[in-house]
């Protein structure tokens, strides 16, 4: 499995920035779970439990969440649609427990396809990204998101973890520069 990570664009349109930032830190978060074994997936830095193979599925579970079910108001999919989530509502961390790696990263990588199919979609039928998502929230909930505003939670969403990513990375292996 080769991931290449994209560099940001240094000039572009808002929307291009946005999607070129977003590669490169879905490439960055991919890369530091590379290499690594089924177990070292599963390894903590203490005191947090967050592991490198639960945050590619929790990330999954973010991309689905926000693109295919907020953004184009398609039906959860699985393994979202069956999860057990009033049972543990970080099941998609939780459960990534000794799911081989090549699974997760799949499952993040068809993720990221879907995505960018959604957002493309959404972009060809109205490229406002002031426009409101498909799925309105409910009153008690707040306001509807944007596209922009999904845009950059997804940013915010994955620069955090890619952050996270590399204090795990590095007390697993050592590796500063994955």
Known sequence: ???ERPEPSF???EVGMLRSYLDHFRATVRLQASGLTDEQ???TLPPSDLTLGGMLKHL???EDYWFSYNLAARDPAPPWDTAPWGDDPDWDWHSAAGTPHAELDSLLAAAIARSDACLDAALAADP???RRVARPRPPEKG???TLRWVL???LEEYARHAGHADLIRQS???ATDV
């Open 1 to 3: 499995m080769t991931i």
């Open 11 to 13: 000039s572009n349109d």
């Open 41 to 43: 997936l599963a390894q």
């Open 60 to 62: 999954a579970f973010v």
């Open 128 to 130: 406002d990204l002031g």
């Open 143 to 145: 306001e509807t998101a």
């Open 152 to 154: 950059a939670h997804m």
């Open 172 to 174: 697993i292996d050592g």
